[in-house]
């Protein structure tokens, strides 16, 4: 347990550990009643919830904690997008994932609440340890992967995504990290990296153990040194992980970004090849023409198609993302924010032998590896901007509405920012400047 100071003036792990558990605690939840009354209005005059009446901040009932878990004092947590779906209740209520998961009986129950505590990444301090845990133990710092199954299960162990209970923490489970505390199992735990603040361990887990997935893992589409790598959305949560890991890995990167301040932080990452889409002239063109637009910014700075092409963004880019794939290439894809009907030409899949690989989440493995890329100061947290837990629902409209750069903190039982290093060796020997890059772009 570290004696030193992590939360604030005087506040050691030691303390957090001895503090009383209380009978309540506050969170950022949706409520079961407003994803009724908006699922209850005919289909053709529904409106889009607006995230910042849905998502509320609040005292939650702490629950009991089942032998396997372990309860997190949340010092920091992020936004992801799941969260907009949440609150949007889109495409279903999270609510149904709840109760899909409360029929599986036992301490599952306890998920399907009129209130669903949301958020799908955190570091803090375990403070309470179930009477089945072996290997963690309270004042134990952590991040949090985000997958949450049955141990007990045997399908988890080949690859867990593939597995009948692959649940993504915090967004189809209850008790999520954006709140002061969580409710988390043991296999979700790992160690955070030492030398980075909470904010700054808390941002990770999700978004790049997802791309790690995707670009690295013989699980999603490896690229080769020399790859030429095409990414949507690359000073995104996702693609800002992506252009660091293609890097690493000796790919060549083509960025997609929509403004000048995501283009700056995009070539600071060292992103070989950037294309503004806020810049072409997109509008009313048919897909082909489209794409065609991407295709050739690609083949006019190196020559040749892109091997693999990191998708999330759907409906919208998918027929280009199939059609701008090299003979043999892949399209890798975890998400749909635009949409999850795509469309496109099969012709340019079919006779050009390429593949589409869907991918999510990630292993424990995936995320432990990933993990060791942070704790080795080969990948940084993509942290642009920092909020309090209370002003978490305006975020998650500006991350709706993609007025956001890279990942989103969220201050929830850290009292203010820069505490919880418990490595400043480590920290000064990578440098401040690589790990805050990207404070400077996004306030
Ligand atoms: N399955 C999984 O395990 C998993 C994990 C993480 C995320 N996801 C999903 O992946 C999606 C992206 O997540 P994220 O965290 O990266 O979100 P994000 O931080 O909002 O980044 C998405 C990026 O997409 C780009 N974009 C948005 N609309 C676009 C459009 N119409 N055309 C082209 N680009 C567009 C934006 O970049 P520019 O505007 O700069 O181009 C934005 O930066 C979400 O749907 C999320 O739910 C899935």
Redesign the pocket.
């Known amino acids: 347990m570290s004696s030193s100071t992590i939360a604030g003036t005087e506040v050691t792990a030691e303390e957090l550990v001895g503090r009383e558990v209380p009978a309540t605690y506050k969170a950022a939840y949706v409520e079961k009643k407003d994803a009724v009354a908006l699922w209850e209005q005919p289909e053709e005059t529904r409106q889009r919830a607006d995230v910042r009446e849905t998502l509320k901040v609040g005292e939650m009932p702490m629950p009991e904690l089942a032998p396997d878990e372990v309860l997190v004092a949340v010092m920091a947590s992020a936004l992801?997008?799941?969260t907009?779906?949440s609150a949007r209740f889109e495409p279903i209520p999270g609510f149904v994932f709840l109760n899909h998961l409360a029929k599986s009986g036992g301490w599952n129950e306890r998920h399907d609440q009129d209130q669903h505590v949301l958020g799908?990444d955190a570091a803090g301090v375990v403070v309470r340890t179930g009477s089945a845990v072996e290997d963690w133990g309270e004042g134990d710092s952590v991040v949090i992967w985000?997958g949450w199954g049955n141990a007990e299960r045997a399908t988890r162990y080949h690859d867990v995504v593939l597995g009948d209970q692959n649940l993504?923490w915090g967004f189809e489970t209850n008790f999520g990290g954006l709140a002061n505390y969580a409710i988390v199992r043991t296999t979700q735990l790992m160690p955070k990296p030492k030398h980075l603040t909470w904010e700054e361990a808390a941002c990770n887990t999700?978004?790049a153990?997802?791309?790690y997935?995707m670009l690295v893992s013989p699980n999603g589409a490896p690229f080769k040194q020399g790859d030429i790598v095409f990414v949507?959305?690359?000073?995104?949560?996702?693609?800002?992980y992506a252009l660091q890991l293609i890097r690493n890995g000796g790919g060549i990167s083509v960025g997609?970004?929509?403004?000048d301040e995501?283009e700056r932080l995009i070539r600071e990452l060292g992103c070989d090849l950037v294309i503004r889409?806020?810049q072409l002239e997109l509008d009313g063109l048919e897909p082909r023409k489209w794409a065609k637009v991407f295709r050739e910014e690609v083949r006019g700075a190196f020559g040749e198609d892109p091997h693999v092409v990191f998708e999330?963004?759907?409906k919208?880019?998918f027929w280009a993302s199939v059609y701008l794939t090299r003979p043999g290439g892949r399209v890798v894809t975890?998400?749909?924010?635009?949409g999850y009907e795509h469309t496109f030409d099969n012709r340019y899949l079919w006779m050009k032998a390429k593949s589409i690989v869907g991918?999510?989440?990630?292993t424990p493995q995936e995320g432990l590896e990933c993990n060791r890329l942070f704790e080795m100061g080969k990948l940084q947290p993509a942290l642009s901007k920092v909020v309090a837990l209370d002003d978490v629902a305006e975020a998650a409209h500006d991350?709706?509405a993609?007025r956001?750069?890279?990942?989103v903190g969220v201050l929830c039982q850290a009292p203010e920012e820069g505490l919880g290093i418990e490595d400043p060796q480590r920290r000064a020997e990578i440098g401040e400047s690589k790990i805050q890059l990207f404070r400077s772009f996004g306030q």
């Open positions: 992801n997008y799941n907009v779906w799908s985000p993504a999700l978004c153990m997802t791309a997935r949507w959305g690359a000073a995104g949560g996702l693609g800002s997609v970004v929509n403004s995501k889409r806020d999330h963004v759907g919208q880019t975890c998400g749909s924010s635009t991918s999510h989440g990630s991350l709706e993609n956001h750069v890279g990942k």
